[in-house]
């Protein structure tokens, strides 16, 4: 038994939380990871997994062990790329999370590009506007739009984009374009779930950032719909760049309150750890960061 190769394997089923799924997942039948965390095991002389037909769950000694193996690795990782990467290829397998809409529009043609630029890296791309934590669900990097990141968090920037105030000149024309910020607590909004009616909308006002407290005729958690329903009259919105594009171009929606745009939302990738960068997660970011910064170049 290869010490190494069965902690990856065991660290793999713990992650996906089944033995069928890491072997699907590697491409070996299921009785061959049986045997390397069975002989795990025995070398041990502990239990790392309780397992039944329907679940797998750690043993408080698997949940410590998957831990130092997770650290292991990492330095075994990180030792051999400090001396590798440089004349290497980058290869293996990279699982990146994506925001539904902006993965959508902007990052899958950058994806596809990069996948035929580094053919020898598996990728695999998630999508989910939910917070995940990416150590448990084996996430390599984390693509994030937002204005405010959790503390602790590790990131790298990749860029930013804008935030617009929109309507449909169809609701413009019959209940007026608001001339200043506190005028909408007279107009029908339209929010984003999250922001229940205690959380305010902030504008640019005088040079400094104030804040809105306003009710929402429509929530919606995700931007699209929230796009949508504006271009249909329902009311005004705040939309980021990416989403409003289209519909500003076809004269669907309009912009309002332009003197007063809400601060930019920072584009990041979000890291799972502040350890060592595999080579592939590096090279990815920097193809992003390029990428991303030339398109907003050619917005300006």
């Given at each position: 038994?290869?010490?190494?190769?069965?902690?990856?394997?065991?660290?793999?089923?713990?992650?996906?939380?089944?033995?069928?799924?890491?072997?699907?997942?590697?491409?070996?039948?299921?009785?061959?990871?049986?045997?390397?965390?069975?002989?795990?095991?025995?070398?041990?002389?502990i239990k790392l997994m309780v397992r039944s037909t329907?679940?797998?769950?750690?043993?408080?000694?698997?949940?410590?062990?998957?831990?130092?193996?997770?650290?292991?690795?990492?330095?075994?990782?990180?030792?051999?790329?400090?001396?590798?990467?440089?004349?290497?290829?980058?290869?293996?397998?990279?699982?990146?999370?994506?925001?539904?809409?902006?993965?959508?529009?902007?990052?899958?043609?950058?994806?596809?590009?990069?996948?035929?630029?580094?053919?020898?890296?598996?990728?695999?791309?998630?999508?989910?506007?939910?917070?995940?934590?990416?150590?448990?669900?084996?996430?390599?990097?984390?693509?994030?739009?937002?204005?405010?990141?959790?503390?602790?968090?590790?990131?790298?920037?990749?860029?930013?984009?804008?935030?617009?105030?929109?309507?449909?000149?169809?609701?413009?024309?019959?209940?007026?374009?608001?001339?200043?910020?506190?005028?909408?607590?007279?107009?029908?909004?339209?929010?984003?779930?999250?922001?229940?009616?205690?959380?305010?909308?902030?504008?640019?006002?005088?040079?400094?950032?104030?804040?809105?407290?306003?009710?929402?005729?429509?929530?919606?958690?995700?931007?699209?719909?929230?796009?949508?329903?504006?271009?249909?009259?329902?009311?005004?919105?705040?939309?980021?760049?990416?989403?409003?594009?289209?519909?500003?171009?076809?004269?669907?929606?309009?912009?309002?309150?332009?003197?007063?745009?809400?601060?930019?939302?920072?584009?990041?990738?979000?890291?799972?750890?502040?350890?060592?960068?595999?080579?592939?997660?590096?090279?990815?970011?920097?193809?992003?960061?390029?990428?991303?910064?030339?398109?907003?170049?050619?917005?300006?």
């Amino acid at each position: 038994m290869n010490r190494l190769d069965a902690m990856n394997l065991f660290v793999r089923v713990a992650e996906l939380g089944s033995f069928s799924a890491a072997a699907c997942q590697l491409g070996v039948a299921r009785s061959v990871v049986t045997r390397q965390i069975a002989a795990l095991e025995e070398h041990l002389g502990i239990k790392l997994m309780v397992r039944s037909t329907r679940s797998l769950s750690l043993t408080s000694a698997g949940s410590a062990y998957l831990e130092k193996c997770r650290v292991i690795l990492e330095l075994v990782e990180e030792a051999e790329a400090g001396v590798m990467e440089e004349r290497l290829t980058p290869s293996g397998q990279l699982r990146i999370s994506l925001p539904l809409s902006f993965g959508l529009r902007r990052l899958v043609p950058l994806l596809l590009e990069f996948s035929q630029t580094y053919p020898e890296i598996s990728l695999a791309m998630d999508f989910s506007d939910r917070q995940q934590n990416l150590i448990e669900e084996g996430i390599d990097l984390s693509i994030r739009i937002t204005g405010q990141l959790d503390p602790g968090e590790i990131v790298r920037k990749l860029g930013s984009g804008r935030l617009l105030i929109v309507a449909a000149p169809g609701y413009l024309a019959q209940h007026g374009r608001p001339q200043h910020p506190s005028e909408l607590t007279g107009h029908a909004c339209l929010g984003y779930s999250p922001q229940a009616n205690n959380r305010p909308w902030t504008f640019q006002v005088d040079g400094h950032m104030e804040s809105f407290y306003l009710s929402f005729r429509l929530q919606a958690n995700n931007g699209d719909a929230l796009a949508e329903a504006a271009a249909q009259g329902f009311g005004i919105t705040v939309l980021p760049d990416f989403i409003a594009a289209d519909y500003l171009a076809a004269g669907k929606l309009e912009t309002v309150l332009e003197d007063f745009e809400p601060p930019a939302l920072g584009i990041y990738a979000v890291l799972p750890s502040n350890r060592y960068m595999p080579h592939r997660v590096r090279v990815l970011i920097e193809f992003l960061s390029s990428r991303l910064a030339a398109a907003q170049s050619a917005l300006q």
